[in-house]
């Protein structure tokens, strides 16, 4: 037997637009957070400074 | 050896029948009395003239054959001398339709139809039953051996024997102790589902638990995977616009997507699977149930036998319920989707 049933295949997840922006928001100033230590430390050791790279004018 | 002596034999035992007839020939020459006398041998044959011959009779004189699923009967015509197509129908058409075929179509011919042994054949015989031998047909007093194909479409008609009188008594205990054997055998099935659904409860609630762990942990991992993409994009955002510049960065950007799609190859390589992310989860999903399993000691297998067994119990009663209802035939097994 075969019925033509409309099966509800939009699972929503409870609060899904607050939770999403939750975990979104603060784990993006995360990720600034860590690309500031990350330019600290290559300047510290002298890896790559930005400055020194302007130069191709 | 001894083979070809028997050979030298039989041999020997067919000229002499040969010769003795020949002999008769000549002995009495004249040609009346040995037409008697053949006249005499064969009376069957009435008043018609027949060709005999002293050795084994040919094969077969006349083609009989299925063509393009038709049976065809090649008859050479004595007026016109030429061969003429007759499709029968071996289960419609009788001997007479034949004899008034062939007259039809040559007018000056008279024909008939003979078994083997040189009896005639009645005319309301059907083909069908001529079709079992050879038979002769005889044209204008040309004696024509016809030997039929071999059966392309056998009927299952047969003498009564034994085993059909086993399948008839077969059939009858059926009809009278089968509804008897329904019930019995629902009750035993009922029985069995209700052993099965005992033994199955308190697994089914460890299985409730472990699913909802494992769907926990695994819904875990995916929010995670959300947290580190908004990582990199923040960082890489905050590098981009506020320290270096774009033209810094678009290589970095272009290794750290290289590098994703390596792992997604990665992950192919080692799972063996697609990384789409429902089976990922899934995979993931499997990953927890079966670790809490094994620290629950849950005895996954048995479950699943269990389960397999309850489903094929349910399927049988299903099969069996509407007959018992309805006193209809029982259905066949379905193959599962």
């Given at each position: 037997?075969?019925?033509?049933?409309?099966?509800?295949?939009?699972?929503?997840?409870?609060?899904?637009?607050?939770?999403?922006?939750?975990?979104?928001?603060?784990?993006?100033?995360?990720?600034?957070?860590?690309?500031?230590?990350?330019?600290?430390?290559?300047?510290?050791?002298?890896?790559?400074?930005?400055?020194?790279?302007?130069?191709?004018? | 050896?001894?083979?070809?002596?028997?050979?030298?034999?039989?041999?020997?035992?067919?000229?002499?029948?040969?010769?003795?007839?020949?002999?008769?020939?000549?002995?009495?020459?004249?040609?009346?009395?040995?037409?008697?006398?053949?006249?005499?041998?064969?009376?069957?044959?009435?008043?018609?003239?027949?060709?005999?011959?002293?050795?084994?009779?040919?094969?077969?004189?006349?083609?009989?054959?299925?063509?393009?699923?038709?049976?065809?009967?090649?008859?050479?015509?004595?007026?016109?001398?030429?061969?003429?197509?007759?499709?029968?129908?071996?289960?419609?058409?009788?001997?007479?339709?034949?004899?008034?075929?062939?007259?039809?179509?040559?007018?000056?011919?008279?024909?008939?139809?003979?078994?083997?042994?040189?009896?005639?054949?009645?005319?309301?015989?059907?083909?069908?039953?001529?079709?079992?031998?050879?038979?002769?047909?005889?044209?204008?007093?040309?004696?024509?051996?016809?030997?039929?194909?071999?059966?392309?479409?056998?009927?299952?008609?047969?003498?009564?024997?034994?085993?059909?009188?086993?399948?008839?008594?077969?059939?009858?205990?059926?009809?009278?102790?089968?509804?008897?054997?329904?019930?019995?055998?629902?009750?035993?099935l009922l029985e069995k589902l209700d052993n099965l659904k005992?033994?199955?409860?308190?697994?089914?609630?460890?299985?409730a638990q472990l699913s909802q762990t494992a769907e926990f942990?695994?819904?875990?991992?995916?929010?995670?995977g959300m947290a580190l993409l908004s990582v990199q994009g923040?960082?890489?955002?905050?590098?981009?616009?506020?320290?270096?510049?774009?033209?810094?960065?678009?290589?970095?950007?272009?290794?750290?997507?290289?590098?994703?799609?390596?792992?997604?190859?990665?992950?192919?390589?080692?799972?063996?699977?697609?990384?789409?992310?429902?089976?990922?989860?899934?995979?993931?999903?499997?990953?927890?149930?079966?670790?809490?399993?094994?620290?629950?000691?849950?005895?996954?297998?048995?479950?699943?036998?269990?389960?397999?067994?309850?489903?094929?119990?349910?399927?049988?009663?299903?099969?069996?319920?509407?007959?018992?209802?309805?006193?209809?035939?029982?259905?066949?097994?379905?193959?599962?989707?």
């Amino acid at each position: 037997l075969e019925t033509s049933k409309a099966f509800n295949f939009c699972y929503k997840t409870p609060f899904g637009l607050i939770r999403m922006t939750a975990v979104e928001v603060p784990f993006l100033y995360v990720g600034t957070l860590i690309s500031k230590n990350f330019v600290a430390l290559l300047e510290e050791h002298d890896i790559f400074v930005p400055e020194d790279d302007d130069d191709d004018d | 050896m001894s083979f070809s002596v028997r050979m030298i034999g039989k041999v020997g035992t067919r000229l002499r029948g040969s010769l003795q007839t020949l002999h008769c020939g000549f002995t009495r020459p004249h040609l009346a009395t040995f037409l008697e006398q053949v006249h005499h041998r064969h009376a069957a044959l009435g008043s018609r003239r027949a060709l005999l011959f002293s050795t084994l009779a040919p094969s077969c004189d006349l083609s009989l054959e299925y063509k393009h699923g038709r049976l065809v009967l090649e008859v050479p015509l004595p007026s016109r001398h030429e061969k003429c197509l007759f499709f029968l129908r071996p289960m419609l058409m009788n001997v007479g339709d034949l004899i008034t075929d062939l007259q039809r179509e040559d007018s000056g011919l008279t024909a008939a139809v003979l078994s083997k042994d040189g009896e005639r054949v009645a005319n309301s015989t059907l083909i069908e039953a001529l079709l079992g031998k050879d038979f002769l047909l005889v044209i204008n007093d040309v004696c024509y051996n016809v030997c039929p194909p071999e059966k392309v479409f056998a009927t299952s008609e047969h003498a009564t024997d034994i085993e059909d009188m086993k399948h008839v008594v077969h059939l009858l205990h059926t009809a009278l102790h089968l509804p008897e054997h329904h019930l019995l055998r629902e009750r035993q099935l009922l029985e069995k589902l209700d052993n099965l659904k005992q033994e199955l409860t308190p697994l089914e609630k460890m299985k409730a638990q472990l699913s909802q762990t494992a769907e926990f942990h695994s819904s875990r991992v995916l929010w995670t995977g959300m947290a580190l993409l908004s990582v990199q994009g923040g960082a890489l955002a905050w590098l981009t616009w506020w320290v270096y510049s774009w033209d810094v960065m678009e290589p970095v950007t272009y290794f750290i997507t290289y590098g994703t799609s390596i792992g997604i190859f990665a992950y192919y390589v080692l799972t063996k699977q697609d990384y789409v992310y429902p089976d990922a989860k899934d995979r993931q999903f499997l990953h927890y149930f079966y670790k809490g399993a094994r620290k629950r000691r849950f005895d996954v297998k048995r479950y699943n036998e269990l389960k397999e067994e309850l489903a094929e119990v349910e399927e049988d009663l299903r099969r069996l319920r509407n007959p018992t209802q309805l006193q209809l035939p029982l259905e066949q097994i379905q193959p599962r989707p």
